[in-house]
């Protein structure tokens, strides 16, 4: 059974650091496949903020691109997105998923496992 479970979160005023941790239990890592972060904001549709693919490769979203940084630990199975310049609207919950398509790394479809999620609240 894979768990996913996300730490991390909390609040912290505009232009501060933020790193969030999934640690992935029962997950198996395929070549191929992709890990990937998530955030629905309050009242929105979830949306894809950053991936990482077995081979390393990077995708994230425009408006985190270059203040985001996603990593992976596959020694201690855990993700990571390293999350600086915080901006308001970057208030959301954030979800860990795995499983993904490396075709379709920011797409919430192409993922078979999600966390519960950790809420990010950033303020002016």
């Known amino acids: 059974q894979v768990q996913l479970v996300e730490s991390g979160g909390g609040s912290v005023q505009a232009g501060g650091s933020l790193r969030l941790s999934c640690v992935a239990s029962g997950y198996t890592y395929t070549s191929g496949s992709c890990m990937g972060w998530f955030r629905r904001p309050a009242g929105n549709m979830r949306e894809g903020v950053a991936a990482?693919?077995?081979?390393?490769?990077?995708f994230y979203g425009t408006s985190v691109e270059g203040r985001f940084t996603i990593s992976l630990d596959t020694a201690k199975n855990t993700l990571f997105l390293q999350m600086e310049s915080l901006k308001p609207e970057d208030t959301a919950m954030y979800y860990c998923?795995?499983?993904?398509?490396?075709?379709?790394?920011?797409?919430?479809?192409?993922?078979?496992?999600w966390g519960q999620g950790t809420q990010i609240t950033v303020s002016s």
């Open positions: 998923a795995a499983g993904g398509r490396s075709y379709m790394p920011l797409l919430e479809p192409g993922y078979s496992y």
């Open positions: 990482i693919l077995t081979d390393g490769s990077t």
